[in-house]
């Protein structure tokens, strides 16, 4: 499966983006799909997941309650609603798929994007 994450931009902390992630394929609803992103020096680390169904969803603890991932598979696309966005949200984010049924924290994914920059003003 081929990934493309494409919403990113400037943004003023307490602002909202919309990430997108358009994949290729005709299994997409059979991948678990998530979001990573990686700040300047430091590693790549968990966003978001959500099962094949999109029944499940898992966060980070840093994005609960601010962030929500969803998924169209009649659009092979998940999405990333980025609310009350802060200085720390600041990375490259990227998409990623895995044929489990749900990516998590501990997954890693077989397949990636490009990033996409999300860079919050304060």
């Known amino acids: 499966v081929q990934l493309q994450a494409s919403g990113g931009g400037l943004v003023q902390a307490g602002g909202s983006l919309r990430l997108s992630c358009a994949a290729s394929?005709?299994?997409?609803?059979?991948?678990?799909m998530g979001w990573f992103r990686q700040a300047p020096g430091k590693e790549r680390e968990f966003v978001a997941g959500?099962?094949?169904?999109?029944?499940?969803?898992y966060y980070a603890d840093s994005v609960k309650g601010r962030f929500t991932i969803s998924r169209d598979n009649a659009k092979n696309t998940v999405y990333l609603q980025m609310n009350s966005l802060k200085p720390e949200d600041t990375a490259v984010y990227y998409c990623?798929?895995?044929?489990?049924?749900?990516?998590?924290?501990?997954?890693?994914?077989?397949?990636w994007g490009k990033g996409t920059q999300v860079t919050v003003s304060s």
């Open positions: 959500i099962s094949w169904s999109g029944s499940n969803t």
């Open positions: 990623a798929a895995d044929t489990t049924i749900v990516v998590v924290s501990t997954t890693v994914p077989k397949y």
């Open positions: 394929g005709r299994t997409f609803s059979r991948y678990g």
